[in-house]
């Protein structure tokens, strides 16, 4: 039978443990310092009091006048009185030639008496702690001439370290029983308030738990930015700072919010709500998603999640491009069947003089405008939008040209060069109708670029203008942020016109001049993906 696993320890019984050993800890310590103290004290009092009775017996005159004459017979009984008096553990009596004359260990009597670094031979009083564990007095016995005839030595050894807590039991028992007590108390509240902070989770599921959110923010392929309640980025995945464009060396950091372009801060505060918001960050468009973390009933932080939709945004572009196109048919549709109603209305009056007038000048109006594209603009992608603008320009009362030193030269360019300048001048021109207005005009002009093959693009309109202060932020998220909202509105159109000249190491620019002008460069091939 396979052996069980031991079962975890829990947070309690960790704290519980570790509590238990910091009291212990802690009682060891005080003990340690109750001893040193109680030490330092015993050798300064009994220091005093050895000394006393040393001196006490040293001025006895028995024992004076018994040293001088050499008679040490009545040495031992004085000796003895004043132990027992006095409390020493010994006192001992030695002539003024180192000579012990009694002690309490009689196999000493009548050896050497080894002074050591005492002053008493010197006629002055020492004490001393020759083993640390004992109190040494001696002084010097002078006769009386003043001369040294002898030395009393009076000692007491400091009692066991654990006498004092073996004199009162129920004292020590009752100290460490309530050190136990708040031990257990205390750990057990700290173990509960730590667990509710951790919502529950014990160490190993923490440590699980972080384990696992790094594989999975390494494993998903979406960027993924954490945020606390105050906007500061506390978690960002390699996916994100690839998306958003963020040097490596930033490991896990990100900039601060004033550091990035007013609509991704927008949508990273919350200030901008909605799902899936359009982002441009870069070459890039940026699907981003924002979700607060709601803990107790508050917002502790949100969650956005980041996609690249640059190539989905880029063929809606041009499915958009071929909406307009068959938007542009449907209204020359219309614009025809009413021109054969006109006909038909005539000839039924008879003014058959009258039809062939306006068959002719309706011929005359068409194949001029037609005439003058295609001669002038050499690329066969953007005639062709161009001559589908102009009827979709007629139906909105706008008035479209071009500008008299148009002349784009045919060239060999690749068909993506051809679908970059369709999404730039498509856009340009939607944007300049739209700006016009009915009874206004749009001038468009393009020329080739004498560098490197590329196009330049000039649309000119005679409406309102753009602000200076909105001259770039168009390019953006246009004029309003519904519009950056929208797939295939304005602002989403002008900032993918920009996207296009920036991913070919173009330039797109915008300045006032009786209404706005935008200008854009189109490489041929510099700066391709």
Not at 216 to 235: F, N, P, S
Not at 277 to 282: A, D, M, T
Request: contains cysteine.
């Amino acid at each position: 039978m396979p052996g069980r696993a031991a079962p975890r320890r829990t947070l309690a019984r960790q704290f519980l443990g570790w509590q238990l050993g910091i009291v212990a800890l802690l009682l060891a310590a005080v003990a340690a310092l109750a001893v040193a103290q109680s030490d330092a004290a015993f050798r300064e009092v009994q220091g005093r009091r050895m000394l006393s009775v040393a001196e006490d017996v040293a001025a006895t005159a028995a024992l004076r006048q018994s040293l001088q004459v050499g008679e040490y017979g009545p040495l031992p009984a004085i000796a003895t009185t004043a132990r027992d008096l006095s409390g020493a553990d010994e006192i001992a009596v030695v002539d003024a030639g180192l000579v012990v004359r009694t002690a309490a260990d009689p196999a000493a009597v009548g050896t050497p008496f080894a002074l050591g670094e005492s002053t008493a031979g010197q006629g002055r009083s020492w004490v001393g702690y020759p083993d640390g564990r004992t109190v040494v007095a001696q002084v010097p016995v002078l006769a009386d001439d003043g001369g040294v005839v002898g030395i009393v030595e009076a000692r007491v050894a400091a009692p066991p370290l654990l006498t004092g807590l073996a004199a009162a039991p129920g004292r020590t028992a009752a100290l460490l029983g309530v050190a136990l007590v708040v031990g257990v108390v205390g750990s057990l509240l700290l173990a509960r308030r730590v667990r509710r902070q951790t919502l529950g989770l014990e160490p190993a599921e923490i440590v699980e738990l972080v384990q696992r959110r790094e594989a999975m923010l390494l494993g998903v392929k979406e960027g993924v930015v954490g945020m606390d309640a105050g906007h500061r980025v506390t978690l960002l995945n390699g996916a994100a700072r690839e998306l958003l464009d963020l040097p490596a060396d930033t490991g896990d950091a990100m900039p601060e919010l004033d550091a990035l372009d007013d609509r991704l801060r927008d949508v990273l505060t919350g200030a901008s709500a909605g799902e899936d918001q359009v982002v441009l960050r870069g070459a890039r468009v940026l699907v981003l998603n924002r979700m607060p973390v709601v803990v107790d009933g508050a917002e502790v932080g949100a969650v956005v999640t980041l996609r690249d939709r640059t190539e989905l945004a880029t063929l809606q572009d041009r499915l958009d491009a071929s909406r307009h196109v068959t938007d542009t048919l449907r209204a020359q549709t219309h614009e025809f069947a009413n021109r054969l109603h006109t006909i038909a209305g005539l000839t039924e009056l008879g003014e058959h003089d009258e039809v062939r007038r306006f068959v002719a000048g309706v011929v005359a109006e068409s194949d001029h405008w037609r005439r003058e594209v295609t001669e002038r603009v050499g690329d066969a992608a953007g005639a062709a939008l161009l001559v589908a603008k102009a009827s979709l320009a007629t139906e909105r009362g706008v008035a479209l040209r071009l500008a008299p030193g148009t002349r784009l030269a045919p060239a060999r360019r690749d068909p993506a060069f051809s679908a970059d300048l369709v999404t730039v001048l498509g856009n340009l021109v939607d944007n300049a109708i739209d700006a016009a207005g009915t009874g206004g005009d749009v001038e468009v002009g393009l020329a080739d670029d004498p560098h490197d093959g590329g196009v330049r693009v000039t649309v000119r309109d005679s409406g309102p203008g753009v602000a200076s202060e909105l001259a770039e932020e168009v390019f953006r998220h246009g004029f309003s942020t519904k519009a950056a909202e929208e797939p295939g509105g304005r602002g989403l159109g002008l900032a993918l016109a920009r996207q296009a000249c920036l991913r070919r190491g173009g330039t797109i620019a915008v300045h006032n001049e009786d209404g706005a002008v935008f200008t854009a460069v189109l490489p041929s091939a510099g700066g391709v993906a």
